[in-house]
């Protein structure tokens, strides 16, 4: 059973998931206007990415007995002026995620909650994967 503080936690983290996905499909339908379909196939992947991101939090949720609560999301941007720029915009947002993921296992290790630490340790891992993929583009 998880407690009240964690159960917010990581459903704030659902929540943020699904508006990772919306920023990566609205990237994508930008690119696609640009006349670059394959950056925008490349940004549809993130956004179904970030959909099974949010999935794991709602079944860790759920197993743990905790709440699922979905919450309204800000709209995404619509429109970047260049490939560069969405992707400048990609890497930002990754290092907001890595930061939430890095709040949330701080707490579940303060809180002894050593199965939702290991249920986040997927995420660090993975954090370090979409800074790298984000960042390699954007260089090259
Ligand atoms: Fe779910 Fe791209 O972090």
Redesign the pocket.
Known sequence: MISPKMDKALNDQLNF?YY?AFIYLSMAASLERQGLPGFSNWMRI?FQ??QA?ADKFYHHILERGGKVTLDKMAAPQVDWPSVLSAFEDALGH?QI?TSRINDLMSLALDEKDHASAMFLQWFVT??VE?EATADEIIQK
């Open positions: 998931e990772s993130q990415e970030e991101h990754e995620v993975e954090q979409e």
